[in-house]
């Protein structure tokens, strides 16, 4: 399906010029990525304005959202962001990044991107280690705008915020970089 025409090829182009590489839509959702609005691509309708980060992070905590895929940067809102929304069981992957035109905000969008596709890739072998399981979920939320974390939760027990601050009252806010790399390094982790 990738390269095969479509909305998900003018994303792709999209993304491209502006020196970014495409977000880690997994292939059973490419087909279903349309045009919803300029610069606005979903695999299904949608409620919340996409820069409403904390609506879709409680909804998919909730389980009350399916597998979908959300990457827009909405001319309308400010501050300018590149939203991208990504869930397959069990990985729920929520990235808000401050967007402008320079190539060293390009740069550091793409990293982060390329650290979330390591990520996406490494799930397969998380879940066969026992690190996850499929009725559970890894949640990973960065924001240039707001505090994030990543938790970990199985269908049955409470989620444990490994990424979340360390000290009661800590205001400090880790970069999406830095959320997004530590959970990859507890997906690797073995035994």
């Given at each position: 399906?990738?390269g095969?025409g ?44 996409p820069?409403?980060?904390l ?75 026992g ?11 960065g ?9 970990v939760?199985?269908?049955?027990e ?34």
């Open positions: 399906m990738r095969g479509g909305d998900y090829d003018r994303l792709m182009r999209l993304l491209a010029e502006a020196g970014i590489r495409m977000p880690p839509v997994p292939e059973a959702l490419c087909r279903q990525l349309k045009e919803r609005a300029e610069w606005v691509f979903s695999t299904r309708t949608f409620k919340a304005p820069a409403d980060l609506y879709y992070v409680r909804k998919a905590i909730a389980g009350a959202l399916p597998d979908f895929a959300l990457i827009a940067r909405p001319a309308e809102a400010r501050p300018l962001a590149l939203h991208v929304y990504i869930l397959q069981a069990p990985l729920q992957l929520f990235l808000q990044l401050r967007w402008d035109e320079t190539p060293a905000v390009a740069a550091g969008i793409d990293a982060i991107l390329a650290l979330s596709e390591e990520l996406a890739r490494e799930i397969p072998a998380a879940l066969r280690r690190r996850l399981t499929l009725d559970g979920r890894l949640t990973v939320v924001s240039d705008f707001t505090a994030g974390f990543w938790e939760a199985a269908s049955t409470r989620a444990v915020r490994p990424g979340a601050a360390k000290r009661p009252g800590a205001r400090t806010i880790s970069p999406p970089q830095a959320i997004v790399a530590d959970a990859l390094r507890w997906c690797r982790i073995t035994g």
